[in-house]
């Protein structure tokens, strides 16, 4: 048996070296690397140890930056009006599909998620068609209601919603499926026991179906709020960040910062802070989780 | 409110099943339509909708334009070696924080997990700077390697051999089979919904990955699909090419629609899996 | 007791990271000399595929005559360029020449990105190119290469639109520009403008900046002084951006829904142009193969004009830029001294037919003026067109937009500038007392004010 525990303790390292090494040296090194370049002015093309220290210039520079603020808070309407919207449509539409007798209903969730699988490049390219003004099929359906053509990517007013409905139209489904397994897992009889106490199907949803989803929700509005949060894609390949940085977000801006400007020192700052948002987010939300489950 | 409850009228339930279906599927059909278009077509206004002559014209046009034959074969290359690394190291570790006690275990699976809330733009600058100094820029490896330690791969197969009874290892182990045996021969096996469901998911997260392939990959040669299809959009100049862009598209989504439809039941059965007992 | 297993983790953990901040820190290795004496060279530009193929036949002509020399080429989009320069001259086996947009001379030169060009190169280049496109070339007093497009920006404007509207030339000065442009507005039931007077371009720098400036310096203007501070508070650019103001704001004859580029720098604003919806619009040169493409028949009824002159200023002067094709400074002294060989032929006559270069007929194919003066005079014909001719004339008075340090994200501090005005988040002096301030921070890092 002494030979059997050496041979697990060896196995420790060989099983848990590439999973765990690979974790260490791709993500936190490289979150240690971000940290310390934030505190340094650093166009990538000297030596990364020859970079001059400036303390908190970059935070102070990009919280004096009103493009940078401009991204932060579309970054967080973008993910607060994802939450808002998706997770709502997200319960409709998997409680409707769960419970209708109606045939097909299976066919349409394949549909439903479907978008979520492919690349949001491709989304963002056709969608980019869809919204045209001019060529688009969107200002046509408006049309048929007597509503006035919209400039949709090309209005301050407009674009980041367009963003946001491109957004839902994605990953709706997925959501929608998390929320019919959530669905799966209620026991029948507690419907059963709510009519035979006379409930409606109003009541019984609202003090059985939610309640119990209560763990898929809160999944739910994590992954959602993380994902958001990080949105680039269809900025990059749509609006740059324009018209007027109304559709500007904090991923972007970094990239620019980063790649085109070779400001390295802000852009690790710009990375941080967004880091933070989500790491506060995130915590609070595992809190949910937590006394949820 | 009650149309979406329970046992609503039929009628009811067919028109919302159509209103969501029509929203689901329009844009792949004027994706699909449009790449028919004649690029003379496409111009006109108001829009067609349907492609009144339907010719195969931006298809032929798309693969001279992109070498999107290549990007597929370095997107199957990529995506494939990168599952397969996720799988392996996912398994492994995943093993030994299920069955194995070790002092500092829980701090260290605390960490790997608490990892998976890293998002990639976070290690986006010096990953770069990493690779460009090692060379390894328009390389396959830098597109592979950053990807294969996964934190959310080894939570999934920590969970899953856990409910492996502690027995059947055991047992193997009397019989004289090494720890490389029971992993491999003995656990693994078992896992084959988690290897689906991680499998699955870990293809479709690699294949659809941009801000790091467009961040390490300069020469078209190394494109993946997803930067083939990028560069479509850059190469294009005017409206008169919004066929061949979507003909671009239909070609860039194709693999990963047929593969969601091949296994879709994996698909949703993963979804829940990882929302929902995860 | 320190279990071993957790140890020989530990160590793996810490040898990985080891490695890893050593690889970062080290020096990038030397290219390596091919051992056969053949020099492998090549050329990164942003060319699309028909400019790649005429100059891929040029290659095949050279490496004939040069069996030594291997010559390589390659294309990435324009939003690409930059950053694969800046990245892939750190590797080994980056790119030899590269292909690049003047304003990034600053930078690349004292970065040591690209080399200064050898003392004979230098002399061909000053004694071929008129002196303003050798000055584009400059840095601290040195030549870094040879000069290829020249693009400059004029006013187009749709004939057909203005004859509908009773409008029989182009406004040459602000008065006719506003009053024209009012003429060419047409509203629908609800108020929206469905046929714009007057367009600008959005959502991207060079397309906001480029034409404001045009107007700027046809005000009298400039964008920065001689110790390289911004002159955003001037009284040319408060007009301008004043003017732009009013023409959306008061007059309701521009419209900013109208206005978008995509990533290619084409998009919205060229089909509204391309479609008959914005009767005039300030736009360089280049675009005429787009539009072409776009408008088919109709495309003779663009019409181009000088950039209209403002009440303080004494002449057009519109902006312009170059392309210049550079040398890698990492690269091996024989790839260099291959390199350097290769651009004075292919910008040669020797390498072309006609009297032009190679590289004059490749970018004469996308209708791009070349600068040298002798492919000037072989495509005199191409430069005589209705299109281009009044961009090559105003080219004679034409400003170079200025090259300075953090060029980039200078163009998009001032896009941000005028965009705020164009879509009303700030008053015009609001916005460039903030550009003014924005630029002056960027400049100042580099030039110490």
Redesign the interface.
Known sequence: MKNRLADTRVFTGIYLGPGVGLIALFVVVPILLTAWVSFHSWNMLTPFATMPYVGLQNYRQIFGDPVFLAALRNTIVYSVASVAIELPLALLIGIFLFNTKARGSHWVRTALFLPYVIPNVAVAIVWGYLYSPIYGPFNIVLSWFHIPAQPWLGSVHEALMSLIILNLWQTVGYYTVIVIAGLTEIPQDYYEAASIDGATKWQATRHITLPLLRRAVTFIVIILTINSLQVFAPVYILTQGGPANSTNVVVYDMYRTAFNFLNMGQASAMVFVLFLVILVLAVVELRLLARAS | MSLILRGSKRSWAYIWLGVITVISVFPFYWMVSSSLKTSKEIMALPPHWWATHPSLQAYSTVFHVVAFARAIGNSFVVTGTATLGILVTSIMAGYVFAKYRFRGKETLFTAVLATMMVPSFVTLVPLYYFFNRLNLIDNYAALILPNIGNAFGIFLMRQFIAGIPQELIEAARIDGASEWTVLWRVITPLLGPAIATLGLFAFVFQWNRFLWPLTVVNTPNMYTVVLALNSLESYTSSVKFANVVMAGAVVGILPSVLLFVWLQKYFIRGVAMTGIKG | M?????R??VS??AA??GT??L????A??NSTPSASGKVSISYLTLW??PQVAMFQQAINKYEKSHPNVSITV???????L???I????????GPTMFDIYDLWLP?LAK???VAPAPGSYAADISSHYASNIVSSTDYSGKSYGYPNEVDDYALNYNKALFRAAGISSPPSTWPQLIADARALTKY?A?G?IVQQGFGVI???NSGVVHPWLAMVQSDGGQLLNKQHQPLLTSHAAEAVTNLYSQLINQYKVTS?????A???T?G?Y???F??G?TGMIIMADWWE??LE??MGSNFSNVGVAPIPVGPNGTGSHTVYYSWVSTVNAHASTAQQQAAWAFLRWVNSPASGSNGSSAMGNILSSEGIMPSRTSDIAAHQAQLNTPFMKPYVQALKTAYPFPVVF?G??LT?DIQ?TI??V??G?SSPSAALN?GQQ?VSQLLSQYYGH
């Open positions: 320190v279990n071993k297993a957790q020989a983790t793996l953990l990985a990271m890893a901040v690889a970062g820190c080290g990038a290795p699309p595929a390659r294309s990435v989009p324009f939003g690409n930059l950053s694969t800046t990245t892939d001259s750190l590797s080994s086996n930078s970065d040591g990105i629908n609800s929206q959005t959502s991207w900013t829904a109208m206005s978008i995509n990533a290619s084409t919205p060229l089909d509204n391309a479609t919806k193969s787009a493409s776009s953090g980039d994200q998009t941000n965009e705020s164009e879509y988040q903030q924005t």
